[in-house]
């Protein structure tokens, strides 16, 4: 109708009434683009609130996750600080027998505590990242990528030191080393029952008196003291982190 009216007014060159027309049109096109820009406005909102919450969650679910490992980490320096001490002063009890043989074949395994990053990488690969309207939390969310990338690069590193202090105990003491898919099994397996208690053959005075062992022993407690310290890092990093998301939800 109004497209109409100003056709008309065009032919008629009632230059009043084009103008008058004319107005309408624009009007109406910015009152258009206002609702739109205004609904979008609000749906960019609801969705910024999901992933918010999305976000908090995997921090949540994390840190619990991380928690575990901490505990796992911290039972592995135990036991490994404990054997190291056992074999240093040269003498175990009797009664001692069966818990240094359950500690020294747990000697190996480790935790390396993670990030559930997954709403952060569906945000980044969908280029939608900008619909977190806090600047802070953005940059905050960018400089932890760059924590997490360092973190794990770290861990898959110590983790290479591990495995040649594995190769290098091996030797150093007597039992079964069987092989798996062609890969030998590490010198030290996780072992539940009373009979694996019995893999480790090599006599406890043997294991004192090699004091080449129990430097790589003591080697590998103080690469399980640094990735415990490292989880610990990390839930630092994530409860920051937690408090910049929570903030950002709030406001």
Known sequence: MIL???ADAIRRQDWFMVLVEFSLIVVGLLVALQIDNWNQGRKDRIDEGYYLNRILGDIDESIAENQKDIEFMRNKVESTLWVVDKLR???LKRSEEETF???FLEIQNWKTGNFIDSTIQELQSSGRMTIIQSRELREHLGRFELFLESHQRAQRNVADFLKAL???IIPHVDRPVGNLDGVLEPPFQHLQSEESL?????PFDTLAADQVLIRHLDAYANFYI????NIELLQQEL???RRHTAMALEG
């Open 89 to 91: 002063f040269g003498r």
């Open 198 to 202: 019995q893999i480790l053959s090599t």
């Open 166 to 168: 594995e190769l290098k």
């Open 4 to 6: 109409r009216r100003f």
């Open 239 to 241: 409860a920051e982190l």
């Open 226 to 229: 640094w990735r415990y310290l």
């Open 101 to 103: 043989k359950h500690k």
